[in-house]
Structure formats: C-alpha cells, structure tokens
C-alpha cells in the first residue's frame, strides 16, 4: 500500500527536497567551466598588486605633492600646470605623438610589404626572414649607440658613403628638424621585423581556396592584394598597430642614447623629459609626468584598439 502511494506521488513533489534555485545552479555551473579555483590565482594577484597596483595609485597621489626622500607636500595642480606650461616640457609632449605616428605608420607599411615578399616564392626565404628578424633581438642601447656612431656629421660612415659619389651628408643627430626623425628611422629598422614576423603569421593563416579562386578569375596582383590579403590580415594590422603605437609614445632608451632629447629639446620625448626631471630633483613633477604618459597612452590605445577590434568584426 506504501509503495502504490509513493508511485503515484506528483514528480514536482518527489523531487522538492533535491531541487535548486536557478541562481545556485548558475554558479554551480561557472565553477564547473573554470579551470582552477579561486584560491589559486590568489598568489599571482598578490604579486600583480603589491608591484602593480599600488605603485600606480601611489604615483597618482605623489603627482600633487612636492616630495622628496623626507617630506612631502600636497600642492595640488602645480606640477601638471608646470608640466603644460613650459615650453621644453610640452615640446616633448608633441614629439611624442610625431614619434609614435612616424614609426607605427612605417611599420605598418614596411612590415606588410616586407611579409608580402617574405612569403612569395622567393629565393633564401628562410635566411631573408632571419635576417629581417635579427635587430629586434640586439639590444637598443647598442643599436642607439652603434647608429649614433655612424650618423656622426663628420666621421660618420654614413657621411663618408655619401661623400664618396659627391652628396654632402646632413647632421642627422644635431640638427633640430632632423634629429627626431632619425632616431624614428633606427627604430624602424629595429622593430619592424616584429611587425613583419606578425603579417606573415597573419598571411600564412589566409586559405589557399582565396588565392586559387582569384586567379581563376583572372584577378590582378593589385587586386588579390586590395581584395583578399589586406582585409583578411585585418587582426595582425590591430596588433602592429597598437604594439607600435605603444612602443612609439613609451620611447626612451633609443632616444636617450641616440640624442640624450638633444641637441637642445629637439628630440625630447615625455619619457626623457621625465627622466631630466627626475635627475634634477623635481620628483613631483617627473611623477607628474609619469600620470601623464599612462593617461596619453591609455586615451589613444584603448579607444583605438575598440575601434579597430570593431571594424574586424564588421568584416
């Protein structure tokens, strides 16, 4: 009699004891889909913190204060309207978006159509790549003060090579229209076998079926190109693009070693005027400095970066 009472009960009401609410079994699900506990990430989040986090909070409350190794003073606004306000300190401000826009573009560019080359069916293209590849991996001081050598306007070999068929050489690191852009043109060659490396993944990743249908149809190289690679190498052009950009607005070594910001400001970025600064004793105002460039960087990365991540998806 039990057991025919027990078989007729309503499903609902046999399972009442076992079922739970829709939220529990939400998050009953999400822990099963993460790889780790939660606990587990609490070391690495501890180190991010304590030399990350904080230093960074750190430094946005020192930019309003007159600090030194002893004391600190609030002062407020002074350091960033110094900061603005001098002209050899928002002479760097500008040079850094001439830096950074000079040497993303170039990248770019090279770095496509060095991977274009790279990828064809040319001869020792192995070797080629090796070589393109070679000067990301030299250090930049010895690349700044190798270049710093043979762009020297008297002794440099690069004067001499152009003395030798009758082309007087200029002064590439002390002339003030001039001494910027050279210092972009080295880290181009620097850096743009990175970029370079990047497109071809992004090339060799592009189906042979695109190509092959291309050229049944009779397609031009200019229009395989325009209508096939560059759209579908979309994703590598983001991520030049940002790293360089970066890269570009971030600039210090390259600089320092090449010019040291000279002769004058002409060269100075905001990283070198930070540093000079810093090493005459303003440390308010090179922190100040520092709030800047990670405002200036975070402002045209980030938005740029949604931007271009949106265009890639419209595709």
Do not use: C, H
Not at 176 to 205: E, M, R
């Amino acid at each position: 009699m039990s057991l025919d009472t027990a078989d007729v009960r309503p499903r609902s009401q046999a399972n009442t004891g076992t079922s739970r609410p829709p939220s529990q079994r939400r998050r009953t699900r999400q822990r099963r889909n993460q790889p780790y506990p939660g606990w587990f990430y609490a070391p690495a989040a501890t180190i991010y913190g304590i030399l990350f986090v904080v230093p960074t909070f750190a430094s946005f409350y020192f930019a309003f204060t007159r600090w030194s190794f002893v004391e600190t003073e609030f002062i407020g606004f002074d350091n960033f309207i110094t900061f603005f306000s001098e002209p050899r300190l928002s002479r760097g401000f500008v040079n850094t978006f001439i830096y950074a826009v000079v040497t993303s573009g170039a990248k770019v560019a090279i770095g496509l159509a060095l991977a274009i080359l790279l990828t064809s069916g040319i001869f020792a293209r192995g070797y080629l790549r090796a070589v393109v590849f070679f000067p990301v991996l030299v250090s930049t001081i010895g690349v700044g003060i190798t270049f710093k050598i043979l762009m020297d306007p008297f002794d440099g070999l690069i004067n001499k090579a152009l003395a030798v068929v009758g082309i007087q050489g200029p002064g590439w690191l002390t002339d003030p229209s001039l001494a910027l852009l050279s210092v972009a043109a080295v880290d181009v060659w620097k850096g743009v076998g990175l970029a370079t490396l990047i497109y071809i993944a992004g090339i060799v990743a592009i189906p042979s079926e695109y190509y092959e249908a291309a050229r049944v149809d009779g397609a031009s190289a200019w229009s395989t190109f325009r209508n096939i690679t560059l759209p579908l190498v979309r994703p590598a052009t983001v991520t030049v693009v940002i790293l360089s950009l970066i890269g570009g607005l971030r600039t210090f070594d390259l600089i320092w070693a090449m010019t040291g910001g000279g002769p004058g400001f002409a060269s100075d970025v905001i990283a070198s005027t930070i540093y000079k600064q810093y090493a005459a004793g303003f440390y308010g105002l090179s922190t100040a400095g520092n709030v800047v460039l990670f405002l200036v960087v975070t402002a045209v990365v980030l938005p740029l970066y949604i931007f271009m991540n949106r265009k890639s998806k419209e595709l």
